[in-house]
T-cell receptor, first 116, second 110 residues
Framework: DTGVSQDPRHKITKRGQNVTFRCDPISEHNRLYWYRQTLGQGPEFLTYFQNEAQLEKSRLLSDRFSAERPKGSFSTLEIQRTEQGDSAMYLC??????????????FGPGTRLTVL | GQNIDQPTEMTATEGAIVQINCTYQTSGFNGLFWYQQHAGEAPTFLSYNVLDGLEEKGRFSSFLSRSKGYSYLLLKELQMKDSASYLCAVRSNRDDKIIFGKGTRLHILP
């Protein structure tokens, strides 16, 4: 399967613990996005990368959240000192930006985080 | 900023036609997307409009009017498997970021 993959698919943690999620995009894609989605809502933008450069981070994202894409391939999203409000589905998407065109995003299956 | 509005829920009958509307306000427009999302699954790409008019792809069509900040997704010959959420999303030409609406949950009745 050459689609976007995410690991783990499910994570249960206790409040105050740190968690890290991984996303492997489609191999030739240069753009990688992280979203958070809660029940009944659309995906909420968190941050995105062009190759290894982080271009933007949502103002909604607290300092407890950090993301990296060290070699322009896979990416990690870390949440420190988790809170119950962090419980959500974390989605990763990738796209190939080649000028004009749809450059649509392809989503991974997501990581469902539950903070107890 | 950007704002996207779409109905929260809709119900339609198998075999019928349904139109899901989306209105948006954005400081810079560079395309509108429709995604389908089944419960517990990731969104999958359906359509893309950047110019005014209708884009048809099988049973699904998407329409855009940039002057009105309006789009719709038209689903024909509804099947039970079309029961899902449909997400309208707009891309900004300032930062290429895509912002999603809250989605419309479509229920198909037999």
């Amino acid at each position: 399967d050459t689609g976007v993959s995410q690991d783990p698919r499910h994570k249960i943690t206790k409040r105050g613990q740190n968690v890290t999620f991984r996303c492997d995009p489609i191999s030739e894609h240069n753009r990688l996005y992280w979203y958070r989605q809660t029940l009944g809502q659309g995906p909420e933008f968190l941050t995105y990368f062009q190759n290894e450069a982080q271009l933007e981070k949502s103002r909604l994202l607290s300092d407890r959240f950090s993301a990296e894409r060290p070699k322009g391939s896979f990416s990690t999203l870390e949440i420190q000192r988790t809170e119950q409000g962090d419980s959500a589905m974390y989605l990763c998407a990738s796209s190939l930006i080649i000028g004009s065109g749809s450059n649509e995003q392809f989503f991974g299956p997501g990581t469902r985080l539950t903070v107890l | 900023g950007q704002n996207i509005d779409q109905p929260t829920e809709m119900t339609a009958t198998e075999g019928a036609i349904v139109q899901i509307n989306c209105t948006y306000q954005t400081s810079g427009f560079n395309g509108l997307f429709w995604y389908q999302q089944h419960a517990g699954e990731a969104p999958t790409f359906l359509s893309y409009n950047v110019l005014d008019g209708l884009e048809e792809k099988g049973r699904f069509s998407s329409f855009l009017s940039r002057s009105k900040g309006y789009s719709y997704l038209l689903l024909k010959e509804l099947q039970m498997k079309d029961s899902a959420s449909y997400l309208c999303a707009v891309r900004s030409n300032r930062d290429d970021k895509i912002i999603f609406g809250k989605g419309t949950r479509l229920h198909i009745l037999p």
